[in-house]
């Protein structure tokens, strides 16, 4: 753990610390977040922007207030019907996703 908190306090980063550390471990959406961020915030409220953490990990499930902001975003978009933030899911990366999706495959199987 401690070589995991050193690396995770000096992240590498190429024109800034090319003599950090590359965190292997951490599936979280560091490297598809800005091209993300950018298309949420321009679907979202005028002046309303997502803080960074929401990509990160926090609740399996996803921060509730983002959660509810993507399903407000999702109705009037392309569902076109009212989305329960509750029925929506946003997880930091794929082992997290694939995990939730084989819970759902398998508890829909088991009915």
Known sequence: ??????????????????????????????LSWDMLRRRLD?????????????????????EERFRAALARMMETTFVHAPVDKDCVLVQAGCSAILDSLAWCVCACARV
Do not use: C, H, I
């Open 1 to 30: 753990m401690e070589e995991f908190f050193t690396a995770w306090s000096n992240p590498y980063e190429p024109a800034t610390n090319p003599e950090g550390y590359l965190v292997l471990l951490v599936a979280e959406n560091k």
């Open 42 to 62: 321009a679907a979202a409220a005028e002046g309303k922007q997502l803080p960074a953490w929401v990509a990160g990990y926090n609740d399996f499930r996803g």
